[in-house]
């Protein structure tokens, strides 16, 4: 079983950067597929970028560019960078993981953290 911890979340302005962490405990981490994802009031979860046990990621075109996503297994922890925020890019971000390769789904996730508010202003 795995837990996580979303931290680094914050109010910005636009054009500005963050970096989130995800902290999980387990001593099997790096066995684990972790993903960020987003949600904004009143709209549906969605997927950001993820990162196999591997350490190859992927994320959708519309959000290449901006965010990247890494992991140091020595520290148990996943990082999201995100660069040139946008208002549109508010939300709520969670972190969640799922054995070996990522996914994109909501629903292929096992275990999921609390989450952290992320908050840009223009």
């Known amino acids: 079983q795995v837990q996580l911890a979303e931290s680094g979340g914050g109010l910005v302005q636009a054009g500005a950067s963050l970096r989130l962490s995800c902290a999980a405990s387990?001593?099997?981490?790096?066995?684990?597929?972790i993903a960020w994802f987003r949600q904004a009031p009143g709209k549906e979860r969605e997927f950001v970028i993820a990162i196999n046990w591997s350490g190859s990621t992927y994320q959708p075109d519309s959000a290449k560019g901006r965010f990247t996503i890494s992991r140091d297994n020595a520290k148990n922890t996943v990082y999201l960078q995100m660069n040139s925020l946008k208002p549109g890019d508010t939300g709520v971000y969670y972190c969640?993981?799922?054995?070996?390769?990522?996914?994109?789904?909501?629903?292929?996730?096992?275990?999921w953290g609390q989450g952290t508010q992320v908050t840009v202003s223009s």
């Open positions: 387990g001593r099997t981490f790096s066995r684990y597929a």
């Open positions: 969640a993981a799922r054995g070996m390769t990522g996914a994109r789904r909501v629903d292929d996730y096992d275990y």
